[in-house]
């Protein structure tokens, strides 16, 4: 049975008759239905009775059903309204725009708009590189999708898609100061869809490609990469292998090895699993096994799609040929980003020892993190509600906060390295533990860290314009 999550939170409207065990009598009998109770508000309180409200974490839709039923079978108790905590959150959706100018009088209006807006469109017009400073380009990211692969939904259109743009322009805000924007691409078309990001870029500082099904992704960012001159980033590359790397470096530690002499498994060859395998190569890996639905990528077969190529030329050194839970045999780490319930406690038991497991599929993982906690010495998901949380949140923000700091015209694989090392060394030795190998995704020092080595590297490596 799935555990209650903040993401199916509720809070129920509760009518009870004038006693004093009342609230409490509510409340017992919902935390008898397993539900996880986060607030008790006293509503209105009279000579004939109490309104109450309770909030808490359900399992599902079907649980606070289940709710309503265990409350209504009080004596003198009903349930009226029972509303849907996240969908109250998305009324009206999560972003706005506001002014950092103010328009008190005139001659604020004359210098923010016309007259005297055109001497600013002139002074652009001579020199295009001065809408870095003088519009909102020094500090705006365009989030954009197609709505093709969003997590753990798949193909759901752009127009569903837009939750989680909006959410993630939210997350830029609200950990890195930068301004944020969905676009939302009704088409598929690859060629349309890089169309569309060269013709919006003048007004954006960098584009953050998101959930954008796999081949397609590789060709509109390397493409975006070459023909455009402001930062183009694919979070769902490049953030998951910063954040995967940075958790590797600091469980290495635990384990006591180094990465160049550990076996590692990847399970999940799409964009995710590619880019973690690029970066770990980068930062030292030597022995690197991918795996897709079919088993192992076989050194040197041929596939339709060249990051499966690439797959097969730059892993697998050992010419292994078998399925995922024959790979994992004697290795040491095991790192998936792939789909849920592909191994079990038996697996994680034929690792080698101080093994360490990241399974990172959302929202069930590859293997239950209590089985493979049995045999593991460090494990780390994607889910908020297990230690060691791998989160893309401690990359993405920092990143383009630094990027948009340096004003960089391109990404250079060297930036990845260091936000990786950024992120990992803000959990310190003392600190450092199997349950504690990523910091906090509310830690400030992390963007913080992330933005200034991305930005020493771009000036370092002559991508900076500022």
């Known amino acids: 049975m799935a555990a209650p999550s903040p993401g199916y939170s509720i809070t129920a409207r509760v009518s009870t008759p004038a006693t004093f065990t009342a609230t409490s009598d509510v409340t017992n009998a919902i935390a008898a239905t397993g539900a996880q ?47 849907d905590r996240t969908f109250l959150m998305h009324l009206g959706g999560k972003l706005e725009t506001t002014a950092r100018v103010p328009l008190r009088n005139r001659d604020d209006l004359s210098r923010a708009y016309t007259p005297g807006v055109a001497r600013v469109c002139q002074a652009i017009a001579k020199n295009k590189a001065d809408a870095r400073n003088l519009t909102i380009k020094k500090n705006t990211v365009a989030v954009v999708t197609d709505g093709t692969a969003v997590l ?17 322009a939210v997350l830029f805000k ?32 960098g584009i953050n490609l998101e959930d954008i099904s796999a081949p397609r992704c590789f060709e509109i960012e390397a493409r975006l990469r070459e023909e455009l001159d402001i930062p183009v980033f694919h979070d769902d590359q490049h953030g998951t292998a910063i954040v995967t790397q940075a958790a590797l470096v600091n469980a290495l530690k635990v384990v006591d090895k180094k990465i160049e002499d550990i076996r590692i498994v990847v399970s999940g ?36 799609d060249a990051h499966r190529n690439w797959l097969a030329q730059n892993t697998n050194e050992e010419g292994f040929s078998g399925t995922l839970k024959e790979a994992v045999v004697g290795a040491d780490v095991f790192i998936g980003v792939s789909a849920p319930n592909l ?8 690792m080698n020892d101080g093994a360490i497991v990241f399974a990172m599929s959302n929202p069930d993982p590859e293997v239950s993190p209590e089985a493979a906690a049995k045999h593991a010495a460090v494990v780390a998901t994607g889910r908020s509600d297990f230690p060691n949380q791998i989160n893309n949140v401690l990359a993405f923000p920092g990143f383009f906060r630094g990027l948009l700091d340096a004003g960089a ?17 803000c959990v310190s030795d003392e600190e450092r533990n199997p349950s504690f190998i990523i910091p906090s995704v509310f830690d400030p020092e992390v963007s913080t860290r992330v933005a200034e080595a991305v930005a020493k590297v771009a000036r370092d490596q002559g991508v900076a314009t500022l």
């Open 37 to 83: 109770i986060t607030a008790v508000d006293v509503v209105e309180s009279s000579h004939a009775g109490l309104t109450i409200d309770v909030s808490c974490n359900t399992r599902d839709r079907a649980h606070g059903d289940e709710i309503r039923a265990a409350v209504d079978a009080l004596d003198g108790v009903t349930v009226g309204n029972i509303s």
């Open 152 to 168: 753990g939904l798949g193909d759901i259109g752009p127009e569903a898609a837009m939750p989680v743009m909006e959410g993630k």
């Open 174 to 205: 609200q950990f890195a100061g930068v301004d944020a924007w969905p676009v939302a691409l009704d088409t598929k078309d690859t060629e349309e869809i890089i169309a569309i990001c060269k013709a919006i870029a003048p007004a954006y500082g």
């Open 269 to 304: 060859v799409g964009a995710a699993g590619t880019a973690i395998i690029k970066l770990l190569q980068a930062s030292g890996a030597k022995h690197i096994t991918a795996a897709g639905r079919s088993g192992v990528i076989e050194r040197g077969s041929e596939h339709a």
């Open 343 to 350: 191994l079990d406690a038996s697996d994680i038991e034929k």
């Open 409 to 425: 015209s391109d990404i250079v694989d060297e930036m990845l390295v260091v936000a990786a090392e950024a992120i990992a060394s």
